[in-house]
C-alpha cells in the first residue's frame, strides 16, 4: 500500500495519473499478486494514456471546432460524385509533412465545415495545435483588437502559431482593403511553414477580384494555391439527403 504522503508527492510532481493507475492497482487482487515489474508497466501505459486523452481533450477545446463530435466514419461519399480516395487521404493530415494547404470548395450544404473539422480533430490527436474560425469572426477580432493595439502584431503572432488553421466561409462577403493587407501577412507568416484549410463556395479563379485585384491578391492567392490539395464537395447538399432519409 503506497501512503498519503507518496500520493500527495507524487500530484505534487503532476503525476496524479500514477496515483489513480496505484488505485486501481490497489483494488483488483490479480493485479497485487503480479510481479512488480509488470505492475509498474501497467502503471505507466495507464499514465501515458490519461495524460495523452487529457492533452487531446486539451487541444481540441482550444481549437473551438464548428462540430466537436465530427468524425470522418460519418462522411457520406456515396451519390455525391466527389473524389474518397483523395478526401480519405486528406483526413490522415499528411500533408502537414509538407505544410501545404487545403481548399475544400463545394456549395452550401456540402459538408465542408464538417470535413475541416475532421481533419481538425485528427490534428489535436495527434497532440498538435489547430483552430478553426469563420473569416468573418476572425476579421471582426482584427477590428476590435485594432482600435486597442497599435498595430495587428498581437493578433498576427496567435494566427500564425497554429500547427493547422482552418477558415471557413472564406470570401462570402467582401474584403476591405485593410483586411486583404491583413491577410496577406498572416498568409505569408503561414507559407511553408503551417498548413491552412479554407472553406469556401469559390473556386481559386474567382478569389481575384474578391481580394480587389491588385498585385495583393496576387501574392495572397499564389501562396495559399501553390502545392495546396484541392477537394471539390460538388453540389449535393447533404443535411438536405440526411433530412430525407429519416
Known amino acids: 500500500m503506497i501512503d498519503e504522503e507518496t500520493r500527495r508527492k507524487l500530484r505534487e510532481m503532476n503525476m496524479g495519473e500514477m496515483v489513480e493507475a496505484l488505485d486501481l492497482q490497489e483494488a483488483d487482487r490479480t ?8 505492475r509498474v508497466r501497467m502503471m505507466v501505459d495507464h499514465a501515458c494514456e490519461a495524460k495523452r486523452s487529457s492533452s487531446v481533450k486539451r487541444l481540441t477545446q482550444r481549437a473551438r471546432l464548428r462540430f466537436p463530435a465530427a468524425e470522418p466514419g460519418e462522411m457520406i461519399y456515396e451519390g455525391r460524385g466527389i473524389d474518397g480516395v483523395l478526401v480519405r487521404e486528406a483526413l490522415t493530415c499528411q500533408f502537414m509533412d509538407r505544410a501545404a494547404n487545403v481548399i475544400v470548395e463545394g456549395c452550401t450544404g456540402t459538408g465542408k465545415s464538417y470535413l475541416a473539422c475532421c481533419m481538425a480533430k485528427q490534428e489535436c490527436r495527434m497532440r498538435r495545435s489547430a483552430r478553426y474560425i469563420r473569416l468573418p469572426d476572425l476579421l471582426m477580432e482584427r477590428d476590435e483588437l485594432a482600435a486597442t493595439e497599435r498595430s495587428d502584431a498581437k ?12 477558415i471557413d466561409e472564406w470570401l462570402t462577403e467582401d474584403v476591405e482593403d485593410v483586411a486583404i493587407r491583413f491577410l496577406l501577412e498572416l498568409v505569408e507568416r503561414r507559407y511553408m511553414d503551417r498548413s491552412t484549410v479554407l472553406c469556401t463556395q469559390y473556386s481559386p479563379a474567382d478569389w481575384h477580384g474578391r481580394l480587389g485585384g491588385g498585385v495583393q491578391a496576387d501574392a495572397m492567392i499564389d501562396r495559399l494555391v501553390h502545392g495546396a490539395v484541392r477537394i471539390d464537395l460538388g453540389d449535393v447538399n447533404v443535411r438536405k439527403l440526411l433530412s430525407e432519409k429519416k
Open 155 to 166: 493578433i498576427l503572432r496567435k494566427y500564425a502559431r497554429y500547427e493547422l488553421l482552418v
Open 31 to 38: 493485479c497485487m499478486s503480479m510481479p512488480f515489474d509488470e
